[in-house]
């Protein structure tokens, strides 16, 4: 009703991963508590962003851009991609 994000609806969200939520939350310098509220001008993109990482990380995907493509850039060539997908994801038996 003030235009807040509740914090107890993240915990609705996971309500399995209480703990995870809170850490996450406060990776993110952000409330935790369940009666509180987070104001959206201190939930822009980029804290959303590493929100995410932080409840849930996928260091696979690091390791596949590692692997897989040249020079540490922040994004895969075609060539890099279709190597991973021919290399890695192929199905044998096809």
């Known amino acids: 009703s003030?235009?807040?994000i509740p914090v107890k609806n993240?915990?609705?969200?996971?309500?399995a991963d209480r703990k995870?939520?809170?850490a996450a939350l406060s990776a993110c310098h952000l409330p935790k508590g369940k009666n509180d509220a987070i104001n959206p001008e201190d939930f822009p993109?980029?804290?959303?962003?590493s929100f995410l990482m932080s409840l849930c990380p996928?260091?696979?995907?690091?390791?596949i851009f590692t692997s897989y493509h040249a020079k540490a850039k922040p994004y895969m060539t075609k060539e890099h991609l279709t190597k991973f997908i021919n290399q890695k994801q192929r199905d044998s038996r096809l």
């Open 2 to 4: 003030e235009g807040k």
């Open 10 to 15: 993240f915990f609705q969200m996971f309500p």
């Open 45 to 49: 993109e980029p804290v959303y962003k």
């Open 20 to 22: 995870r939520v809170e």
């Open 58 to 63: 996928r260091p696979e995907i690091n390791e």
